[in-house]
């Protein structure tokens, strides 16, 4: 799995209109006529008529047996179809630094993968040091409660990334460890009495399958040579040889286990083509079957797709797999959201595409099982997540697809799962409960629930009973402010309350003295020496008391406050309420965190949960317990996904109703109103949608509507509005009406055109532009791809036409056309990124004047436009 790349595959034209909400008219390659997939309900049925005892896939149903290939199912020896439905135990085995403690170099600059990771261990602290440090690291980062954790959630497989060297001697090839067999034995039998399966995944083979950073060593690829247009044939060799000797090992080991459902030989293999993919995949599977006839083998896919396979049982390939990966909402493929996962679960407007695609390709070309060895339904998707996530494992499963997600455990710096982070589970959060400070609303005078930097909320700090501090900070700094210094803040009616008895636990909320409160400073090893000054006050005006924060005058920077200690209950649920305000203050900021340990003078505090190592510096000590407290931390599971897996009903979701059809708009110029029209849609209400953009970034106007009829007063005049409506149920959204458009703005030549702004695309797609002044930019273009604008030139002559693009490797370019006439060939050199940006420029002779049409045609692969600017000469 990487945290960074591209879509898996490309998608054909009606999908790339799918995925980014293109449904338009004007987009060429969409067909868009009216037709009975207007109606669209759900999904193709492919399950078979029963035959040969199988059973309809009921997740939990079957029984544990060995299982095998049957046509394009998973079955078990009782003929029954499995529906396999697991998690990924990434970061076990093999390293994915990022998923320690999430962030940028998180254990230490320039450790990014499992080489320079165990390789700065190495360097260190030697080579028997490292193997101790490596097994202490594996023994607590998953133990028995993560096993039980996932048994619970209703997950019957697992898929276990491995790297070769945990197997084969590193440095004796074709030699077996000593230890060889201890962590997957450790899996097998911990999976084996949970009745789970295990696929064995191949993470990091010999040499590294591929550039990225998740096989292993980052830019090695010497599976395949290395440099893939001048591969080093030799090398290649050595790696493979030693790959089909290895999974020999593994494949003579546990050919007899039950638990183990399937051997992935390779893991996202993508350094080389795709034919050489399926070449030297069948080649391993080939291996596996000198010593092993039974168990199923995994073949990976390409990023390109599974084509080079073909059909694989008439190639004498029986107990065979094909493995993809699919990110619907990540890495380029549509946003996270709710749509994505509907286009894609429910095979699009037309019911041909997303997975009825992948089953029809299996069934008609391949004719074997599917595993979707990673996928992420839940992330940034909060409570949805969880229906998603169990819509997308049944789909697949009624499909006959095994599928694991990526992934089990993840922890982050801030802790708490949130809108649901990568990991099923991660490490508790909750630490920072408010916040406020002058820079984003000086004056504020609110309640800790509305308060504008972060409001409070209901948490639940701990599983087991256990004692915190609620900590209130205040800090401040000159940088330039007036002298003497300003800082005025106070709170009032602090209370921290259980929500099952619904009783305040902290002493002296009222602040009636400082009693029960003790202060602390983050600058100062002493707190007479700090500039920061809390007292309780008077509050002007009437009888109660408050605890406000000054500074000492001539304080260069102050940071600290008070802190009280409290006995928190397991499992309990705590909400914090009360009041505080800024009286005057600048740049100042005022946090409450609720920590495990309480301040220490001299030491600052944040809302990080869980401790942070660095390899380059930490010492022995802390590594170890670092390591060795990834059996401790409390988790924060992800109880949405958890709940809709476990529930006897599925969540409602995916129940899509008609789209509208018949949408028209008529302008009343005068006015400067659009009235829009469309047939009704039995029981549904409506949302209408603008954009200055065709076919896309659409905005909601209006929500709920209850008549098939709209006036939109909102346009800005001179903007054309590109218009869709949807229909609504109690559950879900259609897809997108065709769209309309209020009468085109022509361009002004001379003038600027923000590339967004097409009246007409073919090919394009649009993303975020990191330029100044941001805003969307045209890209991944491809030869004959074009925009097209309406312009309205003022007078003929000679212009100079710039250009503001950005490409990593340079491009060819673009035809500049103006009606039937060619005016310009336009080169865009390498800028040095995709959002690295360059104005270039050339010049053009134009001599037709009024409205016209203008095009970008392009010639060439990959280059991106924001804007360009016609100035007369």
């Not at 209130?472 to 700094?477: F, N």
């Not at 170890?624 to 599925?650: C, G, H, P, R």
């Not at 106007?701 to 509005?721: C, F, I, R």
């Amino acid at each position: 799995m990487k945290n960074t790349q591209t879509t898996k595959f490309k998608l054909k034209p009606i999908a790339q209109c799918l995925a980014l909400g293109l449904i338009a008219a004007t987009v060429t390659g969409c067909d868009l006529s009216t037709t009975d997939a207007d109606k669209h309900n759900g999904v193709t049925e492919y399950l078979p008529e029963p035959e040969h005892n199988m059973a309809t896939p009921q997740a939990g149903q079957e029984q544990y047996s060995a299982l095998r290939q049957q046509d394009t199912y998973w079955v078990n020896e009782q003929n029954e179809v499995v529906s396999l439905r697991g998690l990924n135990l990434g970061n076990w085995l093999m390293l994915e630094t990022w998923m320690m403690n999430s962030g940028e170099n998180p254990v230490g600059e320039g450790i990014h993968d499992q080489c320079s990771f165990e390789g700065k261990l190495v360097e260190r602290f030697g080579d028997a040091e490292t193997e101790r440090l490596m097994d202490l690291y594996r023994s607590n980062y998953i133990t028995d409660r993560d096993w039980d954790i996932m048994a619970e959630a209703g997950f019957n497989v697992i898929r276990l990334p491995f790297p070769y060297h945990i197997i084969e001697d590193e440095n004796n090839p074709k030699t077996l460890r000593a230890d060889a067999w201890e962590w997957l034995d450790l899996a097998i039998a911990e999976a084996k009495e949970r009745e789970m399966y295990v696929i064995l995944d191949l993470h990091g083979a010999q040499g590294s399958q591929g550039w990225e950073h998740h096989s292993g060593c980052e830019g090695k690829n010497e599976f395949w040579g290395g440099d893939q247009d001048n591969p080093d044939t030799a090398l290649a060799a050595e790696n493979q040889d030693r790959a089909k000797w290895l999974w020999q090992q593994v494949a003579t080991r546990y050919k007899d286990e039950k638990a183990v459902a399937a051997y992935g030989v390779l893991n996202e293999p993508w350094g080389t083509d795709a034919d050489t993919l399926a070449e030297v995949s069948i080649e391993l599977y080939n291996a596996i079957r000198e010593v092993d006839q039974d168990t199923i083998v995994v073949l990976p896919g390409h990023n390109s797709g599974t084509d080079s396979y073909g059909d694989l049982p008439a190639q004498g390939l029986t107990n065979a797999a094909l493995e993809m990966h699919f990110y619907p909402g990540i890495f380029g493929w549509g946003e996270i959201g709710y749509k994505v996962h509907r286009d894609w679960l429910t095979c699009g407007l037309f019911s041909d595409e997303g997975v009825c695609e992948w089953q029809e390709q299996l069934k008609k070309q391949h004719k074997v099982p599917f595993l979707i060895g990673e996928m992420q339904p839940w992330t940034g998707l909060g409570e949805t997540g969880g229906a998603i996530t169990r819509a997308t494992f049944d789909k697949y499963n009624e499909m006959g697809w095994a599928a694991t997600t990526w992934s089990y455990k993840v922890t982050t710096r801030d802790g708490g799962q949130g809108q649901g982070t990568w990991g099923l589970v991660t490490n508790k959060g909750d630490r920072l409960l408010a916040k406020a400070d002058t820079w984003a609303c000086a004056g504020w005078d609110s309640s800790l629930a509305d308060a504008c930097g972060l409001g409070t909320k209901i948490v639940t700090p701990t599983d087991d009973d256990q004692t915190y501090h609620l900590v209130i900070k205040v800090g401040s700094g000159r940088w330039g402010a007036p002298d003497p210094y300003q800082v005025d803040l106070r709170l009032d009616d602090i209370q921290l309350i259980a929500q099952s008895t619904e009783t305040n636990v902290l002493a002296n909320s009222s602040f009636d003295s400082m009693d029960s409160w003790l202060e602390w400073s983050a600058t100062d090893g002493s707190i007479d020496d700090d500039g920061l000054v809390a007292q309780v006050n008077t509050v002007e005006g009437s009888d109660n008391s408050a605890l406000n924060f000054t500074v000492l005058p001539g304080t260069e920077f102050a940071n600290g406050g008070v802190y009280q200690t409290v006995e928190l209950k397991g499992g309990e649920s705590y909400l914090l309420t009360g009041h505080f305000a800024d009286m005057g203050s600048v740049n100042t900021w005022a946090e409450i965190y609720l920590l495990p340990t309480a301040p220490v003078n001299g030491q600052d505090v944040s809302g990080s949960a869980m401790p942070t190592i660095n390899l380059n510096n930490s010492s022995l000590e802390e590594i170890e317990n670092y390591f060795s407290m990834q059996s401790t931390i409390e988790y924060d599971k992800n109880q949405w996904v958890i709940d809709a897996l476990t529930a006897e009903t599925a969540p409602k979701i995916l129940d899509v109703p008609y789209r509208p059809v018949n949408l028209s708009l008529v302008e009343d110029e005068e006015n400067n109103t659009i009235d829009l029209t469309w047939k009704a849609v039995d029981g549904a209400k409506y949302n209408v949608y603008r954009s200055a953009i065709s076919g896309a970034s659409y905005q909601l106007v209006a929500e709920g509507v209850e008549t098939p009829y709209y006036t939109d007063t909102t346009k800005p005049e001179g903007v054309t509005g590109f218009y869709v409506v949807t229909a609504t149920n109690a559950t879900d959204e259609s897809y997108y009406s065709k769209e309309v458009a209020s009468a085109f703005t022509a361009f002004a030549i001379p003038g600027l055109i923000q590339a967004e702004n097409f009246v007409h695309q073919e090919g394009m797609q649009l993303e975020n532009s990191q330029d100044d002044g941001g805003g969307q930019n045209t890209g991944h273009a491809n030869p004959g791809d074009i925009l097209e604008y309406t312009v309205d030139v003022a007078e003929a002559g000679e212009y100079t036409v710039e250009f503001r693009v950005a490409t990593e490797p340079g491009s060819q370019g673009f035809i500049l056309r103006l009606g039937e006439t060619d005016l310009a060939t336009v080169a865009v050199p390498a800028t040095g990124g995709w959002q690295t940006w360059m104005t270039i420029s050339t010049t053009v002779n134009i001599t037709t004047t009024g409205e016209q049409s203008l095009v970008l045609e392009a010639v060439d692969d990959e280059w991106n436009l924001n804007w360009f600017r016609f100035t007369k000469n």
